[in-house]
């Protein structure tokens, strides 16, 4: 079962938690604020300052939250990866019974879900926004995790035997690389829906080769 992520500041310096409700509420006023100016004119043109300003906090509670910009763009990768997160650990219980083809069209509605909601931020944050990789590779390695045992408890669908880890590594991709193709560069004339189920065929059709 894929866990919850944890984000780690910046450097050496240890981001205080947000435990009651008010501080909860600053770092999403924050975070919302970067959004807002990403939209407006990119990465380049923010500062800790302007994002207190739109956010409507004063910048010594920002810093009580965030060292600085970088932090706060790492928390902002860290929300949209948790959120997903979210949504993919939702779809493994609704579908911890079903068939194979149930279980991956499950999967990739709710990474598509994930991005197509706002798809203007998701592609801000690949494209705009600097961050480390951890929060992203941790999530692959559960999705990875994951995928291993959804797959393993189906191997009676699968037509022939296979090598399970060269599956599961292939399908995890797939997954990943499909779904924000999905909400990212299909063609204008296919639909959301249309194109989320040639994702799916195309799973299935590795998966059952």
């Known amino acids: 079962m894929l866990g919850s992520m944890t984000s ?10 947000p435990k009651q409700l008010r501080a909860r509420q ?8 970067v959004i807002r100016l990403l939209k407006r004119g990119g ?11 739109v956010a409507g906090v004063s910048i010594g509670s920002l810093y009580q939250y965030f060292p600085d ?5 790492k928390a ?16 493994l219980v609704e ?11 499950g999967i990739v509605e709710a990474m598509v879900e994930a991005h197509a909601n706002d798809p203007e931020l998701y592609e801000l944050l690949m494209k705009e926004v600097p961050h480390r990789a951890d929060g992203t590779q941790d999530f692959s390695v559960r999705l990875h995790g994951a995928f291993l045992l959804a797959i393993s408890s189906r191997a ?9 880890a060269k599956v599961v590594f292939v399908v995890t991709h797939m997954v990943e690389a499909l779904s924000h193709g999905v909400v990212l560069r299909r063609p204008a004339k296919m639909s959301l829906k249309d194109a989320k189920e040639e994702a799916v065929r195309a799973i299935l059709a590795y998966l059952r080769t």
């Open 43 to 53: 990465s380049h043109s923010i500062t800790t300052n302007r994002i207190a300003e």
């Open 76 to 91: 902002l990768h860290q929300r949209h990866i948790d959120q997903i997160d979210r949504l993919v650990q939702t779809r």
């Open 95 to 105: 579908h911890a019974a079903s068939s194979m083809e149930d279980f991956v069209r």
């Open 69 to 73: 910009k970088r932090a706060i763009f």
């Open 156 to 164: 009676h669908e699968l037509k022939k035997r296979r090598d399970l």
């Open 26 to 33: 600053t770092v999403e006023a924050v975070l919302d604020a």
């Open 8 to 17: 780690k500041a910046a450097g050496t310096f240890v981001r205080r938690r």
